[in-house]
């Protein structure tokens, strides 16, 4: 079964104006669809991983056959990223979305980071910092939160790690409204952070 890309969960222009509605059409509209095109032509001849949830595709890339492995690990991880991503923003204005967080990643930050203003910090360094195009996640291991960066499509559900908040550092994902200045826009994207959604992840980490 050839997977699909969902529609975005709000308008285009929701969340502005940290991202305009201009980079969120083709983000969403061309970039993912051709990662959807792209992982559904390598498993063309594959039925049995085309049947599996993309997360568990690139969960276990060890199971993908070699001559393809290099295209569902870009692809796959594309189409898992930013399903993630859409899912992890929300419209501007709206309870739970931009601010500081709340409930039990709230709390989860602090004992781990020992403030969200620090986190924030370590989270938009490893955004600033990756070389490139890649992306910025928090996950959950051993019991505390870490910051990671990954390159290009690199999902961390490849190496065993569960993301629970991430941040697309491709340019593709601000050039047309920060050009050049990754950190402002890696600043200005607290702003459209579903904590509640990031909660739900943080849950389902936590097992």
Known sequence: MAYELAPLPYDY??????IDADTMKFHHDKHHQAYINNVNA???????????????????????PEEIRAAVQNNGGGHSNHTIFWNIMGPVGTAGIGGEPTGAIAAQITADFGDF????KAFNDAGAKRFGSGWAWLVFADGKLKVISTANQDSPLTQGLYPILGNDVWEH??????QNLRPKYLENWWNVVNWTE??????????
């Open 198 to 207: 990031v909660n739900k992840r943080f849950a389902t980490a936590k097992g």
């Open 173 to 178: 994902a601000y050039y047309l409204k920060y």
């Open 13 to 18: 222009a929701a969340l502005e104006p940290f």
């Open 117 to 120: 203003e620090s986190f924030k």
């Open 42 to 64: 390598a498993l063309a001849n594959h039925p049995e991983l085309a049947a599996k949830p993309v997360d568990a595709l690139v969960r276990d890339l060890a199971s993908v």
